[in-house]
T-cell receptor, first 109, second 118 residues
Framework: DAKTTQPPSMDCAEGRAANLPCNHSTISGNEYVYWYRQIHSQGPQYIIHGLKNNETNEMASLIITEDRKSSTLILPHATLRDTAVYYC??????????FGGGTRVLVKP | GAVVSQHPSRVICKSGTSVKIECRSLDFQATTMFWYRQFPKQSLMLMATSNEGSKATYEQGVEKDKFLINHASLTLSTLTVTSAHPEDSSFYIC??????????????FGPGTRLTVL
């Protein structure tokens, strides 16, 4: 599965949009980009996934570049409860999820 | 969304005893479940893949005789930590793969079980 690179940490302001970048320059054509987050002492929570097209659900939007080498997860209006570690994972169907270090996001009042 | 439960959420046991952790998919059937372990300030590490009706597949370095996995139904997988030792103390998390229509290949995670071995 594709290796992904994320900044180790970032801060964002409550009420503002949080834009979380992820590089996956070696992603192959059949690999999806998955985003999960883990709030302290809880199991990871599925956020969204996509292949080529941008995706949006009730939690977030996923913007994937045309060359698929990078993507951005957008939390439109960050709240304090969005403080968590966010994981970007490249995975083909049927393969295992492999977690990297993720981005530690701190939403500040 | 799909819900996965784990039981117990927290367990404390004495060294040398065995502990069983249950993972259930509550509103979907899961032919495949996964077991992860997470140490403090580290990321999740996959331990094994649990397949309904067949033997589990273990990741390199994970002792299959120590971490027994049983996936007897489409909604239940169990992980038994046998002869637990203090170094087995960790956060154990399961996930279940939902291959239902419209869900693609998404895995949903349980809330985790905190194991402390004294």
């Amino acid at each position: 599965d594709a290796k992904t690179t994320q900044p180790p940490s970032m801060d964002c302001a409550e009420g503002r949009a949080a834009n979380l970048p992820c590089n996956h320059s070696t992603i192959s054509g059949n690999e999806y980009v998955y985003w999960y987050r883990q709030i302290h002492s809880q199991g990871p929570q599925y956020i969204i996934h996509g292949l080529k097209n941008n995706e949006t659900n009730e939690m977030a939007s996923l913007i994937i570049t045309e060359d698929r080498k990078s993507s951005t997860l957008i939390l439109p209006h960050a709240t304090l409860r969005d403080t968590a570690v966010y994981y970007c994972i490249g995975k083909a169907a049927g393969n295992k999820l492999t977690f990297g270090g993720g981005t530690r996001v701190l939403v500040k009042p | 969304g799909a819900v996965v439960s784990q039981h117990p959420s927290r367990v404390i046991c004495k060294s040398g005893t065995s502990v069983k952790i249950e993972c259930r998919s509550l509103d979907f059937q899961a032919t495949t479940m996964f077991w992860y372990r997470q140490f403090p300030k580290q990321s999740l590490m996959l331990m094994a893949t649990s397949n309904e009706g067949s033997k589990a597949t273990y990741e390199q370095g994970v002792e299959k005789d120590k971490f027994l996995i049983n996936h007897a139904s489409l909604t239940l997988s169990t992980l038994t930590v046998t002869s637990a030792h203090p170094e087995d103390s960790s956060f154990y998390i399961c996930s279940a793969r939902d291959r239902g229509p419209g869900n693609g290949d998404t895995q949903y995670f349980g809330p985790g079980t905190r194991l402390t071995v004294l």
